[in-house]
Structures are given as C-alpha cells and as structure tokens.
C-alpha cells in the first residue's frame, strides 16, 4: 500500500507501467526463439527459465 503523496505514487505507476513495457518487449524477443510460458512465479522460455528466488528473479539456462 502507498503511503507517500499522489505525486509520488503517479511517478512510481508511470515507472512501474514503463518497466512493464521494457519486459513485454524483451519477452516478444524471446519468443522469437521459441514459444513462452508463464506460470506462478515461473517463466520459461527457449533453453531458459526465469524464477522467483526469494525476493528476486533469476534467470537459469534449462538443461532438460
């Protein structure tokens, strides 16, 4: 929940949507190399998976 000012939350959902952007268009890149999917905490592209670790992402190469 914010507690800061209207300002401050309008700065941080303007960040939070220009991010948004920055990740969909580096997901349609790999796509390109092949299909990806998305589950609760996982995203799994080509020969890659993409993790909620803790409190962060990680990205893994896929050796199955």
């Known amino acids: 929940m914010h507690t ?9 959902e303007q ?3 220009q991010i948004a952007a920055q990740i969909a268009e580096l997901l349609n890149h790999l796509e390109q190399c092949g299909p ?10 080509c020969a890659v998976t993409i993790r909620r670790t803790g ?3 990680t990205a893994t190469p896929d050796r199955s």
Do not use: F, Q
């Open 15 to 17: 960040r939070a949507a």
């Open 36 to 45: 990806v999917t998305a589950n609760t905490g996982r995203i799994t592209g």
């Open 55 to 57: 409190t962060r992402w």
């Open 4 to 12: 800061g000012s209207p300002d401050e939350l309008r700065h941080k």
